[in-house]
């Protein structure tokens, strides 16, 4: 069980810099960076947060074939999980490496990113789900 722990907050903890790194860095990194002003960087800055509506659907479907094809369940929560941080942290990873990106691949690379981004959330919160059973049982009552 305390390998469970260990996935969860390794999860939310990247789910936290990921979000952290779009509301608060983002708009900046657009102007001194990129180039664009505030008011030309709508696009970008509202692409990570539309994305991730259409992963949601794709990860729905791909979790429901993955489990139809004899998947177990939780092998499916990790995948889904370990796809979704490991896409992103390379996305990001490339402004690392590329410190002047160009408009266009900044605008893709955050649009996949906030897609990919979504495919943790059934995983994560099902975990959570499972935990607190778990604690419920264990007699700890208020998680209400």
């Known amino acids: 069980?305390?390998?469970r722990w260990v996935v969860a907050c390794?999860?939310?903890?990247?789910?936290?810099?990921a979000n952290f790194f779009s509301i608060s860095w983002l708009p900046k990194y657009l102007v001194d960076v990129v180039g664009l002003s505030?008011?030309?960087s709508g696009v970008a800055?509202?692409?990570p947060y539309i994305m991730p509506f259409f992963g949601v659907l794709v990860a729905g479907q791909v979790s429901d074939?993955?489990?139809?094809?004899?998947?177990?369940v939780v092998h499916v929560r990790k995948t889904m999980?370990?796809?979704?941080?490991?896409?992103q942290s390379m996305c990001i990873m490339y402004f690392v490496v590329t410190p002047e990106p160009t408009v266009g691949v900044f605008t893709a690379l955050m649009a996949v990113a906030g897609f990919f981004k979504s495919l943790h959330i059934a995983g994560y919160w099902t975990n959570i789900g499972a935990l607190r059973r778990l604690l419920m049982r264990a007699g700890t009552r208020?998680?209400?």
């Open 1 to 3: 069980m305390p390998h």
């Open 38 to 40: 505030l008011e030309e």
């Open 65 to 72: 074939a993955l489990i139809k094809r004899g998947w177990k």
């Open 10 to 17: 390794i999860v939310r903890s990247t789910t936290n810099w």
């Open 45 to 47: 800055l509202m692409l």
């Open 81 to 87: 999980q370990a796809l979704s941080e490991g896409v």
């Open 142 to 144: 208020n998680l209400t």
